[in-house]
């Protein structure tokens, strides 16, 4: 009789590990060419949001200033304008990234539906920690700015996460999404108290803290990009090994899986790009709560799709709030994290009752 329990403990192990390894990642598999098409779509889809973004604003622009603008004359006001939009773009297409990506990654790694850098916590502690550094310590340096940003995201998520840990049961999703509100309330009060005595950056930190890409400069946007790149490429490559940790730590350990080193993994990249993109945005929320799981739609449950769609995904959401912020406040304009937080609201709401996180 041991011999027929041993193959079936070794068949579920072989079923194990191909779930958590997925379909081949070829365009030659049915799954995979309807993916395929999805991203083409979505790529499709950046491109009308960079076009629209391009042309929209205070001041409309026709292609052919569009055109020459691209080509680096400023001769009239629309190349003008045409040219000051490209930077704020190129932050949109970034910011909305990192942000879907890092959202991915958080789901993936906490395996909670409510996972996102707002909802936990993780943007309050990068804006508390940039003001920290502006008002005490007078940060100047971008890249000062972006190191002090993931220090607070970081510290933010461990201290969430040993929160939500207390008591029996661990840190379910409901714990964890209970001590996120509760951390991003305090920290946001923290925040406060820190800014009114000092009147003379006030305007600027508020304006800041409502999230936004407008003013945005190729200075603000090159100190940036290794710390996106490095978080990009890390979360990546964390992909097969939250395939496994949606199984379970168990069965990923029985799998051949450090899952303490998979998490970690992870983590260094959520908070590398939430903190990073924190650091030049300000806190913009919904974004990893809403891209995600409009991605697995698309891309289904499996990381190694999933992340890069989120990518994606987070890409064209932002680029479009930007857009729709520019056009329904004309001539002023309403900054990307109100329209994201318009947006996302009422997804949060339907993921809960949908979900009944109630019994999570």
């Keep these: 009789m041991t011999m027929p329990i041993c193959s079936r403990v070794r068949r579920a192990s072989r079923s194990e590990r191909d779930r958590a390894h997925g379909p081949a990642l070829s365009v030659s598999h049915p799954g995979a060419r309807k993916r395929f098409g999805w991203g083409v779509a979505m790529v499709l889809l950046l491109v009308v949001a960079v076009g629209l973004s391009m042309t929209f604003g205070a001041r409309d622009v026709g292609w052919p200033e569009v055109v020459a603008a691209l080509y680096g004359q400023v001769d009239t006001i629309g190349e ?36 996102d850098p707002g909802l936990l916590g993780v943007n309050a502690g990068a804006a508390l920690a940039v003001v920290i550094g502006l008002a005490w310590f007078g940060i100047e340096d971008a890249t000062l700015y972006i190191w002090t940003s993931i220090l607070g995201a970081g510290l933010t998520a461990v201290v969430v996460y040993a929160i939500a840990s207390l008591g029996r049961g661990g840190a379910t999703p409901l714990r964890l999404a209970l001590a996120g509100a509760v951390t991003t309330a305090a920290l946001s009060s923290l925040t406060t108290a820190v800014v009114l005595p000092r009147g003379d950056i006030a305007g600027l930190v508020q304006s800041w803290m409502v999230g936004g890409v407008g003013g945005a400069t190729r200075d603000q946007i090159v100190p940036v990009l290794p710390f996106l790149l490095m978080g990009l490429v890390v979360a990546l490559l964390s992909a097969r090994k939250l395939n496994l940790l949606a199984l379970g730590d168990d069965t990923a350990t029985g799998l051949g899986e ?17 903190g990073a993109t924190t650091a030049v945005c300000g806190p913009i929320g919904f974004v990893g709560l809403v891209v995600p799981h409009a991605c697995r739609l698309l891309a289904g449950s499996d990381y190694r799709w999933l992340l890069p769609f989120s990518a994606l995904g987070g890409a064209v959401l932002l680029t479009f709030a930007d857009v729709f912020g520019r056009l329904v406040a004309r001539p002023a304009e309403l900054d990307v994290g109100i329209v994201t937080a318009f947006i996302g609201a009422p997804v949060f709401i339907w993921i809960v009752r949908r979900r009944k996180v109630g019994a999570l």
Excluded: E, H, W
């Excluded at 304008?81 to 990192?98: C, D, K």
């Excluded at 450090?258 to 939430?274: F, N, T």
């Design 80 to 115: 003008a304008a045409v040219a000051s939009r490209l930077p704020r773009t190129f932050l949109a297409i970034l910011a909305g990234a990192a942000l879907g990506l890092s959202g991915g990654v958080m789901q993936g790694l906490t395996r909670n539906p409510l996972a």
């Design 258 to 274: 450090k899952v303490a080193l998979a998490r970690a993994m992870a983590a260094v990249a959520a908070v590398l790009l939430c």
